[in-house]
């Protein structure tokens, strides 16, 4: 199917397919797209919740989904229909969703098509592979009236609200400034020879909007994280959850100036992105200066503020852990921790005394589905437009890192002011017909 019959026949769908769901009962059939690592844990939260069923896998790699459909059938659940290309699997007007776990170079053209198709999107992050697809992503969810989610996880954590309703409140004073912190271990992927593609593998369809390129196996299956092509490094990876946070609690949405600097330390391999990087971000709230510093590191390294010191396994006795993932936030009467997606502690005053603290998590996949049943995207507690733009916020830092430049921001234009080349990195060249189609304005704000 080419592109320009594809979009005909979504657009048909979508003008014959209701925002109400078909089934009696109030079932929402939903299809799973990437069956790698990560998209398990969509396939085990969607045949756990009630009155959600799984209708359809979609991978290129015919192993996934033959391990996918063993593990769901393990579980008692009925065999999904299985896809190795999504164009087809969005020709089912009875599935209501989808919800992406591919790689990120797909993620943004994945969403756009299934909006097209009339079906509601849950995203993982970061929720694009560059600035521009996550632009076309919120006017796509605006222009075809869809609830998408991404899949930050950390927004529906009921102790990490509550934090931020905390600050909000002054709690801390005045906060000026966020660290994201992603120290995680991250071992050398050496170096892999051009090889033949793995049988039972679509590579065509898996490299998708990217440049096509040799196959090996350090370009494929998790290793995509590191290369440009298709990832965007851990502070793409990992790190999207912590840059997400710090937005979210300093309460701003797009930077003024960016800087940043790292490298490859350690390790000679294939890996084409940085495992050490130091980013900063300034904002501008009605007339104060905001600050958001972003630190991933690949090896050994200390804990901060208490952040990976306790396993948040149950019962365990403290021992240490090679992760530090969290978020610290500091303000004129005290700071604040974030310990991973589901715990926080304050420290107030010059004394740093201990003072509110809490662990609870949330249910994500479940905020999607209330959302999906409603059709409020008010309900989401990532919806879209908020995870562009922490996203937005990822990719600057790494053009900041990719061009060894300070970054001027006009979010007005959504452009960098005065440097051609950091400009350009803004967008990619498409291969066709895997082209990330322009739906609004992308000179413009969104939001």
Known sequence: MNRRNFLMTTAAVATTTTSMLA???????????????????HVNAWTSLPNVELVALCDPDQSHLDRYVKAIEGKGKKKPDTYADVRKLLEDKNIDAISIASPNHWHALMTIW????????????PCSHNIFEAQQMVHAARKYDKIVQMGSQSRSSVALKEAVQKMNEGELGEVYMARALCFK??????KSPVSEVPAGVDYDLWTGPAPKRQFTKNRFHYNWHWMWDTGNGDLGNQGIHEVDIA?????????TKVTAMGGKFMFDDDQETPNTINALLEFDVNGKKKLMAFD???????????IGEEKRTGGRPATREPDTIGNTFFGSKGYLAIDGYTKYQTWMGPKQEKGAAKSQGGDHFLNFIEAVRSRKRSDLNAEIEEGAAST?????????????RTLHFDEKTMTIIGD???NKMLTRDYRKPFVVPKIGGSSTAIG
């Open 420 to 422: 051609h080349e950091a």
């Open 247 to 255: 937005r979210w609690g300093l309460g701003v949405k797009y930077p």
């Open 296 to 306: 991933v590191r690949h090896w050994e390294s200390n804990h901060e503020a208490g």
């Open 114 to 125: 299934g909006a097209q198709a009339g079906k509601d999107v849950y995203v993982e992050k």
């Open 392 to 404: 937005i916020c990822m990719h600057l830092a790494n053009i900041a890192y990719r061009t060894g």
């Open 185 to 190: 271990w991250r071992d050398t992927i050496g």
């Open 23 to 41: 089934s009696a009962n109030n079932t929402v059939r939903i299809a799973v797209v990437g069956c790698g690592g990560r998209g398990m844990s």
